[in-house]
């Protein structure tokens, strides 16, 4: 995670979002957050009418992380086999960085507290979902690369396909949080997800030894 802010507000959306990762939404009290941010509960109502507009500020803190991360992992620049792999490395990086910093496997924040808020706050539930669609962009974007090159097979619905990914890897995520575990997400993310989409691995190698003989060729040349 980022360097805790000075800036009242920031320090709020700080604090609220290692805690909610840690435990959960419904298990952090606004008094615990205000306690830990070193702020007086009457700053907090200045700033948030109430802990779920708190919720909705760590989530939009959270997306711009991930969307910085994400531009720059899912580029066009580079092959989209190569996108899938750094995304699922990046996933594991992230966990381990935060379980080190927290204490615990700490899952996927978004998913946690859609669990607990979806079907309660509707302003929260539609973050959520636009969350969701934005990382599944994500993907259908890279699914697409793939099936132009003819590494995944060529009747692939890739909006679908992009829709199961994510469900893969919030479900892995959430199968480490209750194992306190990161070793499957480390080993075996990415061939979970090559198979899912199922990657024409003979074609790929082909793909990467005929790249590598190009940039060896204009080295040499």
Request: glycine letters at 4%; one cysteine or more; hydrophobic letters at 40%.
């Amino acid at each position: 995670m980022s360097r805790p802010p000075t800036n009242t507000k920031e320090r709020l959306i700080h604090t609220a979002t290692e805690l909610i990762w840690r435990d959960s939404y419904n298990a952090v009290s606004v008094d615990e957050i205000c306690a830990a941010a070193d702020v007086k509960k009457g700053s907090f109502y200045h700033y948030f009418p109430s802990k779920a507009h708190l919720a909705l500020a760590t989530m939009d803190s959270c997306m711009q992380e991930m969307k910085a991360d994400y531009n720059d992992i899912f580029s066009k620049s580079r092959p989209p086999l190569e996108r899938f792999q750094l995304m699922a490395r990046h996933v594991f990086d992230k966990q381990q960085e935060i379980s080190k910093e927290l204490g615990h496997v700490c899952g996927c924040p978004f998913a946690t507290l859609g669990s607990e808020l979806a079907a309660k706050d509707e302003e929260i539930g539609q973050k959520i979902s636009q969350i969701c669609a934005d990382k599944a962009a994500y993907y259908e974007s890279a699914l697409s690369d793939l099936k132009a090159e003819g590494l995944i097979p060529a009747h692939t619905d890739v909006k679908n396909k992009a829709e199961e990914i994510f469900a893969l890897v919030v479900g892995q995520l959430l199968m480490a949080r209750i194992k306190n575990d990161l070793s499957f997400i480390e080993h075996h993310l990415e061939e979970s997800l090559f198979n899912l989409m199922g990657v024409d691995m003979s074609k790929a190698k082909k793909k990467a030894a005929q790249k590598s003989k190009k940039q060896l060729e204009s080295i040499a040349g």
